[in-house]
């Protein structure tokens, strides 16, 4: 079992930056690709972005590119979500995803075996 728990989350103006963390625990954090998601009220759960499990290859929504970035620290067990430039669109609860083995390819919510229980993000337009 991977035990996930996403902190960071927050209200902030349209325009701004904030970083998401997701603490990792229970395997080999080194073992498996690390991924978001986020789901809008009354929208369905959708793809933000992936990192691979060795390597570091990123993929990301096209609502998101350019401005969102992820990244790992495997010796902290931590996955990152530096958000920026951020739209009142991207309000939204942010999940933390692991998959064991995963490459950037997994991009749907199935994929994933392990979730965390979320973040809530608020941006104020």
């Known amino acids: 079992q991977v035990q996930l728990v996403e902190s960071g989350g927050g209200l902030v103006q349209a325009g701004s930056s904030l970083t998401l963390s997701c603490a990792a625990s229970?395997?080999?954090?080194?073992?498996?690709?690390m991924g978001w998601f986020r789901q809008a009220p009354g929208k369905e759960r959708e793809f933000v972005g992936v990192?691979?499990?060795?390597?570091?290859?990123?993929s990301y929504a096209d609502s998101v590119k350019g401005r969102f970035t992820i990244s790992r620290d495997n010796a902290k067990s931590t996955v990152y979500l530096q958000m920026s430039s951020l739209k009142p669109e991207d309000t939204a609860v942010y999940y933390c995803?692991?998959?064991?083995?995963?490459?950037?390819?997994?991009?749907?919510?199935?994929?994933?075996?392990?979730w965390g229980q979320g973040t809530q993000v608020t941006v104020s337009a």
């Open positions: 995803v692991a998959r064991r083995y995963g490459g950037v390819g997994s991009t749907s919510a199935p994929d994933y075996a392990y």
């Open positions: 229970g395997r080999t954090f080194s073992n498996y690709a």
């Open positions: 990192i691979s499990w060795i390597g570091g290859s990123t």
